[in-house]
RNA sequence: GGAGAGAUGGCAGAGCGGUUUAAUGCGGCGGUCUUGAAAACCGUUGUACCGAGAGGUACCGGGGGUUCGAAUCCCUCUCUCUCCGCCA
């Protein structure tokens, strides 16, 4: 969530900027920055009063000290009154923080200056693309008839085991994706990734911190007897790590990876989207989170963005990088690079990372602060995730793109990973 | 699942109705001494909000209550630990 020292601070900047985002903030902006006002100046009545209702106590507790039950009486009168001016001013404050509260939360994160406007994915902006898109010929398979052809992935003993989105890998297929989860981590460790592997259930808190909850509970799976959230990604996790923390600025850079399944309900989603490995409740994905100081959050999704590139050129996937516009992004993002592969046989380009620059919107929910060293005053820290990367679309991609007449070719930098350097 | 104990500042740990602005120790920071360091000694040491400032208010796991006054008493929830049971 914005902070209301912002919004006070920048309201025309924001009002402008939300507009990339399609977010007409200026009415609820202005109500928030009255709710703001009232809210200051019934504490400053209500401190006032409480600073003498404690010096009464303080006199009444004196007067029974001196045996003086007569004056200590007529003080005690003089409390109530008191007493209820406070219990009115409390409960106004409550009602008037809360309603604050819940106006600021509806607030999208403001996203950064070289957002383009738009409204959907249309707009969005091509930064770069890479790898040659391969020629296949008419015979060439999606990936679901090859998963089913080389026998490495089960669909439908998922359906038995559990329920749509749910495939089995099995024998190669489930080599593969070890490998690729192996392939990635190693990846960010080199690039100076701490790794952690982090529980696969969340209690609410973390999933306030990061901004699941309370709006999109339904796309996660709950566990109601425990009141535990299946994570949807290894972001909510690793970042509520640093819940509650005041780090030093010594700290900096933090850099963080962890594999983890990712569960997510979908719920709504049919049709072609959804086919084979394109959509699923389970998948595994491989994720980088870093914490950064401000002034340095944008040189570090520079950085993510390369490090994801160099992963993906790896593996010789196609691909192109996309700056999302304002309407495409997500709500706590102030900037977001896609990463798409070409899926040859099904001919699309499919998502398999998400780079995002939420600056202090996540860890303004998070209380996720460091010191600065002059001031020694605390400040919100800025947090950043990609995927580093999804594995199903870049199995169907792996898949597609190199089927030969022989087999499925394993790109070298896997091999020695799986083992093998061909499915056949 | 059963029984018991507990939750206090960065950590350890007192306090159990009114000089608590939370003792004391450790750690951290600053200083004295020293060629330098250690030791010793002295000082300092949280967060948030309101206020131009002086200053004020709130916070002792969360929520509610009793009281003129609550870390302290009552209710309730959550979590942690110990033992037993079950178990990879």
Known sequence: MLTINFLRENTK???????????????????????????????????????????LSKEIGNLFKQGKQTEANEAKEKTTSLKDKIKDLTTRLDEVNSELNSLIVQL?????????????ADDNLEVRTGGAI???TDEALPHWDLAAKYNLIDFELGNKLTGSGFPVYIGQGARLQRALINFFLDENLKAGYTEYLPPFMVNEDSGFGTGQLPDKEGQMYHVGLDNFYL???????????FR??????????????????????????????????NRLHQFDKVEIVQLRKPDDSYLALEEMVSHVEAIVKKLGLPYRIIKLCGGDMSFTSALTYDFEVFSAAQKRWLEVSSVSNFES???????????????????????????????????????????????????????????????K
Do not use: W
């Not at 202005?30 to 010096?55: C, F, K």
């Not at 994570?231 to 790590?241: D, F, S, Y």
């Open 231 to 241: 994570i949807p990604t290894a972001e909510v996790p690793v970042t509520n790590i």
């Open 361 to 423: 919107f996540q860890a303004n929910r998070l209380k996720l602060r460091y010191r600065n060293n002059e001031t020694k005053k605390t400040i919100l820290a800025h947090t950043l995730n990609g995927s580093s990367l999804a594995l199903p679309r870049i199995v169907a991609s792996l898949l597609e793109n190199n089927q030969t007449a022989e087999g499925i070719k394993i790109p070298e930098v896997l091999v020695p990973y799986t083992g093998f350097s061909l499915i």
């Open 244 to 277: 509650d923390v005041v780090l030093n600025e010594s700290d900096f850079p933090v850099k963080c990876t962890a594999y983890t399944p990712c569960f997510r309900r979908e719920a709504g989603s049919y049709g072609k989207d959804v086919r084979g490995l």
């Open 134 to 136: 391969p020629v296949l």
């Open 13 to 55: 900047l924001a009002i402008e900027r939300l507009k990339v985002k399609n977010f007409d903030a200026q009415s609820i902006i202005t109500v928030i920055l009255g709710l703001d006002q009232q809210r200051r100046d019934i504490q400053t009545e209500s401190d006032s009063l409480q600073a003498e209702m404690n010096q």
């Open 108 to 120: 999208p994160n403001v996203p950064h200056e070289s957002v383009p406007a738009g409204k959907t």
